[in-house]
C-alpha cells in the first residue's frame, strides 16, 4: 500500500486506478529460502510517464530494441531515471527505499 500510494503521488498511478492492481498489471516478485525472510522485492507496473522519465538504452552493435505484446518496439525502453526513483523515494519511509 504505501508503494503503491507513493507511486501514485509521483504520478506514476492514474487516481482512478489506484487499488486497481489488475488495471495497471501490478506484479510482484521476491525470492527466498525455506524458513527465511525475502531480503528485496521486485514488483512491475504499467505507470503513466511522460518519455522523459526514462533514459535511454544504450545498444550494442547489432543488438535490436525490446519488443513488446504484439511486436511493437518502443525508441524510450529504457530504466527510469533517478529523478523519477528519487521522486517515488521522496514518499517512503527509509526501510522501504
Known sequence: ?????????????????????????????????????????????RMLCPPEAFDPVELAPGQERPKFRGGATSEDAGSLSPLLVAQINEHLPPEIR
Not at 498489471?25 to 529460502?33: A, F, H, L
Open 1 to 45: 500500500a504505501r508503494l503503491e500510494e507513493a507511486i501514485y503521488l509521483s504520478g506514476g498511478i492514474h487516481k482512478g486506478n489506484l487499488g486497481q492492481f489488475r488495471r495497471v498489471q501490478w506484479g510482484r516478485s521476491s525470492r527466498t529460502d525455506k524458513g527465511v525472510s525475502s531480503l528485496s522485492l521486485i514488483i512491475n507496473l
